[in-house]
Structures are given as structure tokens and as C-alpha cells.
């Protein structure tokens, strides 16, 4: 059974950084992109950023590019968004997901965390 666990939301002002985890199992991490989505109230999930395998190619949406980073640590079978620069529009529940395609498409991903919240106050 895949499991990912998020951790590292919280309530920030408009400005400030946060750093999301995403910790999964060794045969989870070496076998799947990774992503980052996040779904605001009353809108739909949207795709924020995607790594793929070897972390060597990374996927940006055009409204966090530059201000986010999403990496890999191959010791800590964990995945990273560090998120810079926030804005209010960035609140949202973000969620780790892997699939077998690197995209930014939710349906492109085959399982899911359970959510971690971030506020951004401005």
C-alpha cells in the first residue's frame, strides 16, 4: 500500500516561506513522479509542481514559477516544495501525490497524501 505523508504547512504572511514534505516508502519514491497540487475552497485541484524520478526535470505551474522549488532526497525517501515569496492567492490545501506520468495533471496521479494547509495572511 502506498502511503505519503505531508507535513510542514502553517500560517504565514504574505512574503513569507514555507517548506512541504512529503515522505513516502524507498520502493514509492524510486519508482514514481512526484507532485505537488493544491486545491483552494470552491475550486478544483490544480497542479503545482512535478519531479520527476531522478530529480533531475522539474515541472512548474506558470503562477508559482520562481517562487517555488520542488526537489527529491534519495537518504530521506522524501519529497520538498519549498515555497518562497507567498501570496494570499497561494492558500490552499496542498497535497503530495505519485503517478507514473510526470505531469501537472491530477489525473495523471495514481495516489494521494492526506493534505497539509497553508494560509497565507495578507
Known amino acids: 500500500q502506498v502511503q505519503l505523508v505531508e507535513s510542514g504547512g502553517g500560517s504565514v504572511p504574505a512574503g513569507g516561506s514555507l517548506r512541504l514534505s512529503c515522505r513516502t516508502s524507498?520502493?514509492?519514491?524510486?519508482?514514481?513522479?512526484m507532485g505537488w497540487f493544491r486545491q483552494a475552497p470552491g475550486k478544483e485541484r490544480e497542479g503545482v509542481a512535478a519531479?520527476?524520478?531522478?530529480?533531475?526535470?522539474?515541472l512548474y505551474a506558470g503562477s508559482v514559477k520562481a517562487r517555488f522549488t520542488i526537489s527529491r532526497d534519495n537518504a530521506k525517501n522524501t519529497v520538498y516544495l519549498q515555497m518562497n515569496s507567498l501570496k494570499p492567492e497561494d492558500t490552499a490545501m496542498y497535497y503530495c501525490?505519485?503517478?507514473?506520468?510526470?505531469?501537472?495533471?491530477?489525473?495523471?496521479?495514481?495516489?494521494w497524501g492526506q493534505g497539509t494547509q497553508v494560509t497565507v495572511s495578507s
Open positions: 519531479i520527476n524520478v531522478g530529480g533531475g526535470s522539474t
Open positions: 501525490a505519485a503517478g507514473r506520468v510526470w505531469s501537472l495533471r491530477e489525473y495523471d496521479y495514481e495516489y
Open positions: 524507498e520502493y514509492t519514491y524510486s519508482t514514481y513522479y
